[in-house]
């Protein structure tokens, strides 16, 4: 396992691996329990309506069709192709420990949220007439983890590259609208988007820290 892992991308800033363990894995996990305990007394949290009813009154059209248009690109149909794609990509150009991160990766923190959905059994939200379609439970959003769990991993693969910092910022942007999107169409509270991104961030940088335990001082 170890030799398997030699070549996985070092962690992505020179931190100390107990402060990447606290800020990345740790204190999100903190959040999203207590978001939990919270969700789990069956009442929605009242500024969150008082911030979702101003979001659906002051959103410009063009806000409601991007949101649309990302709740069609982050869906299963078309987000499951890529997080094959990626994962088969990276193999078959012989990247096989970054195949192995980048699908583990992607595939757990999908996994998580599915779980956490189970857990929970939020309902969604149903303050209007919706635009989209939606079933299933909410907590934590779904699009909101993937697109998240995504903009991490590629960060992560591109972090060694003349590209990163153009790789992180479209990732942090495509994750962040993901994010609101889901808020704007009214088919998840803000406490969903925000547990999405966290669990994306202890799913994929909690495996970074078990795959590279050698790394973690930024060596």
Known sequence: ??????????????????????????LPLGVLGALGAEVLEREPFSPELAAMLWLHLHSPAWLVALSQGLHV??????????LVALPAALWLTRR???????????????????????????????????????????????????????ALVLGVLAWHTPRRWLVVTVGAAYA?????????????????VLAGILTAMVSVLGLLLLLRPDRAGGR
Do not use: C, I, N
Request: no cysteine; net charge positive.
């Open 96 to 150: 096989r420990p970054q195949a192995v991160f980048a699908g583990l990766a992607l595939w757990g923190a999908t996994g998580v949220q599915w779980g956490l959905k189970q857990l929970f059994e939020r309902s969604r939200p149903d303050l209007w007439p919706r635009v989209v379609p939606e079933h299933g439970y909410a907590f934590p959003s779904g699009h909101t983890t993937v697109a998240a769990a995504l």
């Open 73 to 82: 690109l982050g869906s299963p149909l078309v987000m499951w192709p890529v």
């Open 1 to 26: 396992m170890s030799t398997l892992f030699r070549r996985v991308p070092r962690l992505p800033w020179r931190a100390p691996g107990a402060a990447l363990t606290l800020g990345g894995v740790a």
């Open 176 to 192: 962040a609208l993901m994010a609101l999107s889901r808020v704007v169409l009214g088919v998840h509270y803000p406490s969903d």
